[in-house]
C-alpha cells in the first residue's frame, strides 16, 4: 500500500526556517513526480514545488530563492528546506507523488502529473 508520510511542520517566527520530510513507502521504484503543496485557511490548495526523478525542480514564484526541494532516492524521502519564511507561508503543506512523468505535448515531465497520493500534511505556522 501506497503511503506518503510528511514531518518537520512546526510554528516559528519570520524569518526563520523549517525543513519538512516526506517519506514515501509502497512503491515498487521511487516515483518520478514527487512535489509539495500547501493550503492555508480559506485558499485553495496551491503547487509550492516540484521534484521530478533525476533533478528537475520547479518552483512557485513566491518561494523562489527561500525554499529548495529534493529527494533521496536511496531513502525514498522528499525534503522542503523553507528558508526566510514569512507570514504568508502558513499553511498545512501536503506531500504528493505521481509514480510515472506525463506527456506534456513535448517531453515526458511532471508539468501535467496527476498527483493521486497524498500525505497527512504537516502544518507550517509564521508568526510576525
Known amino acids: 500500500q501506497v503511503q506518503l508520510v510528511e514531518s518537520g511542520g512546526g510554528s516559528v517566527q519570520a524569518g526563520g526556517s523549517l525543513r519538512l520530510s516526506c517519506a514515501a513507502s509502497?512503491?515498487?521504484?521511487?516515483?518520478?513526480?514527487m512535489a509539495w503543496f500547501r493550503q492555508a485557511p480559506g485558499k485553495e490548495r496551491e503547487n509550492v514545488a516540484v521534484?521530478?526523478?533525476?533533478?528537475?525542480?520547479t518552483y512557485q514564484d513566491s518561494v523562489k530563492g527561500r525554499f529548495t526541494i529534493s529527494g533521496d532516492n536511496a531513502k525514498n524521502t522528499l525534503y522542503l528546506q523553507m528558508n526566510s519564511l514569512k507570514v504568508e507561508d502558513t499553511a498545512m503543506y501536503y506531500c504528493?507523488?505521481?509514480?510515472?512523468?506525463?506527456?506534456?505535448?513535448?517531453?515526458?515531465?511532471?508539468?501535467?502529473?496527476?498527483?493521486?497520493?497524498w500525505g497527512q500534511g504537516t502544518q507550517v505556522t509564521v508568526s510576525s
Open positions: 521534484f521530478a526523478r533525476g533533478g528537475t525542480t
Open positions: 504528493a507523488a505521481d509514480p510515472a512523468p506525463r506527456w506534456d505535448g513535448t517531453t515526458w515531465s511532471c508539468k501535467s502529473a496527476d498527483y493521486k497520493n
Open positions: 509502497g512503491y515498487t521504484y521511487s516515483p518520478y513526480c
